[in-house]
Structures are given as C-alpha cells and as structure tokens.
C-alpha cells in the first residue's frame, strides 16, 4: 500500500487553496501531500459554474464563517490575483430596490455590511444611481466598490502550480470511494480498488463531501450534514450589455436573486436563480425559467428586449439547508469536533466559497497543524 502524510479530496477551487495552504506551512517541509480529483480535470463542477465574483462580504450574518472568510478572503483574493497576474477586475456593484416597500431591507444590508466590517458601502439616490448606470431603474441603490469578478479558471490553475511547485501531487481520474480510520492513519480506497494510507485526509468534495464522509468507517452519522442541491440557471445577454457594474436586487432568501455579471470580456449574464433538485447532475439550463427571468429582470432593466436572453449554462449550490430553512454557515468540522484524528470535512461550501478559499485554506491549514 502506497503511504502520503497527507490527501486532499476534491481540485475544485477550495480543495486546491487549501492544499496550497497545507503544503505551504512551515510544518508541511519535507512531507508527502497529494489531491485526488474524481474529474478528468481541475474545477469542473461548482467552481466553474458560478458567477465568479469575488464578493465583499455584505449579506452574512455577523460573525459567522461566511462573513469573517469572505471579507478575509476578498483581500486575499485580490493581492493574490494582482501578484500572479490573474484577470480580475474591480468593477464594483449596485444593489438595487426597485420597490418601496424594499428600501428597509436595503436599509438591512447596510448595517449588516458595517457589522462584517465592509465600511466602504454608499446609499445612492436613483439620480446617483442612473448617472453611474444611465439603463438602471432603482428607488435607491447601494453601491459596493469592493465587489468585482475574477477568472475563475485561470485562478484554479495558480493555485494547482504553487501546490505543485512545492511539491504536491494532483491526481485527476482519481475518484475515492471510501476510507477507514485505523491505529496507523487513514486508508482511503479508491474506485479502482487501490488503497493508500494517510496520516492526514481533507474532503472538499464539494457537492458529494456529505455522501463521500458517510462513507468514512468510524465517522459517526450525526456529523454528516444532509446535502441538499439548489441549482442555479444562467441566461447570457445576446449584443452588448449597457452596463459596467454588477447589479443584483435586494436578495431572496437562497440566493441573491437574478443579478447581472460581466465577464472579464464584458459579456452580461444573469442569474443564478433557485431551483431546489435532488441530484447534483442535474445541470441542464432549464429553459421554461425565461420567461421568469425576463420578468426579474425588467424590474431593474426595463429596457431588455424580448429574444435578447440565450441560455447559458447552470450550477448547483452544495447546500446542507433545505428549502424554507435559514441558510446554513460553512461548516469546516475538523477532529476537535468530530473526534477522529487528522479528519477535516468542509461541508456546504456554497457562495462566497470562491472569494473565501484563500482564507478558508488558512484556517484548515491552522486547524491540522
């Protein structure tokens, strides 16, 4: 049986900022580290089929993983982008009402933001508002600076050459199967019927990191969180979009509802919206959803012409709350809480997951050492 010190599962964009993390620590010198990646490449499911935006904290509640992670993360994320040359841009964002009786939630967002120490936030006016964004219809706006978009993919691959580089080994077509904690460490079996044993075993599986620590033998049950799946669909503007910003409406509660990104080539998509299924393969667009976006959107962009919306493609959120349930927190369970020694399970990484990786790779790599 082949011995690392330590496995990562899942090359998503989590799974590889903390094994840049782990491998990056003082402690890691001189030691084994390997991510096992299902895919036959890095970042094919929830890591790129988001919006890839890189938040700025604004809607967690205080002191929470995602609050503390995501405003931690965003200022990694940019010194990160800016030292290795990745495409990102600072474009900002309005959150709009386009309601009265929305203008206490926007009110909400505010203080909630302050709380998570984003002090940058401004309440606009709709002329201040229309003058930044002359297609926008809003009763009052809030402008985040901080928020902008970053290429995803280009990200994942920096962070796959630092673990590399210092060492590391991804292994793609690498699906686990199960594992078994024993007096000598971990032996984790893979799909293929091979064993390898590790001192040390991270699951960042994302979507299936619930199904995959059910199969972990001595793992008691009650730690493993029911998954759940809200897929999202987006709808790419056909022609030029109007716009320079982010504009999102005042949230829905699982999601942020149907908001408008720009990629770094300047092409507008909206979504994602929320469509609660039961399997995290159902990825398909679903095109009976248009009509309801058009309609979303017209009430921030009243000028979208009929046909100007393609489908584009969707993505699912790897949730561990349920419809008609308050979102849930990032649950990043390690030993302390489960038990079982050099075991971390990152569980419901959902939005912002890409904007906090960094910071979330920080805080693994503090916990296991």
């Given at each position: ?20 993390a ?34 700025a ?27 290795r ?33 984003v ?32 290429d ?46 590790a ?6 599986a ?17 730690h ?24 999102y ?21 909206f ?7 039961d ?91």
């Amino acid at each position: 049986m082949d011995k690392v010190d330590g496995l990562v599962i899942g090359a998503g964009v989590v799974g590889l900022a903390v094994a840049r993390a782990l491998i990056q620590h003082p402690s890691a010198r001189g030691r084994e580290w390997m991510v096992l990646e299902a895919a036959d490449a890095i970042g094919t499911g929830t890591s790129s089929r988001n919006s890839e935006v890189i938040h700025a904290g604004i809607y967690y509640p205080q002191g929470s993983l995602k609050a503390q992670l995501c405003v931690q993360g965003r200022r990694q994320m940019y010194a990160y982008a800016q030292e290795r040359g990745i495409a990102h841009q600072r474009c900002g964002k309005l959150i709009v009402a386009t309601h009265a009786d929305q203008l206490p939630s926007l009110h909400a967002i505010l203080a909630k933001a302050k709380a998570n120490g984003v002090d940058d936030l401004s309440l606009l006016t709709p002329a201040q508002a229309q003058a930044m964004e002359p297609e926008l219809f809003c009763v009052a706006a809030l402008h985040s600076p901080s928020t902008g978009i970053v290429d995803s993919h280009a990200l994942m691959l920096s962070l796959q050459g630092d673990f590399e580089n210092s060492g590391g080994l991804v292994a793609l077509n690498s699906p686990v199967d199960a594992a078994v904690c024993t007096p000598e460490g971990w032996v984790v079996r893979m799909a293929d019927g091979t064993e390898l044993l590790a001192q040390t075993v991270v699951n960042a599986a994302g979507l299936t990191a619930p199904a995959l620590a059910a199969k972990f033998k001595g793992l008691a049950p009650h730690h493993v969180p029911k998954a759940y799946f809200a897929k999202g669909n987006y709808f790419t503007l056909s022609g030029q979009s109007p716009f320079s910003r982010l504009i999102y409406p005042v949230p829905q509660a699982a999601g942020l509802g149907v908001h408008l990104t720009l990629d770094l080539g300047g092409q507008a998509k909206f979504g994602p919206d929320v469509q609660w299924v039961d399997s995290p393969d159902d990825l398909a667009v679903s095109a009976e959803h248009e009509s309801a976006f058009y309609q979303e959107v017209r009430q921030y962009w009243p000028a979208l012409a009929d046909g100007s919306l393609q489908a584009g493609y969707a993505g699912i959120r790897p949730k561990i709350s349920g419809p008609n349930e308050e979102a849930a927190d990032f649950c990043i369970q390690g030993p302390a809480d489960h038990g079982m020694a050099g075991l971390m399970n990152l569980f419901g990484i959902e939005s912002p997951g890409l904007t906090s990786s960094l910071a979330i790779g920080a805080v693994v790599s503090q916990l296991l050492q």
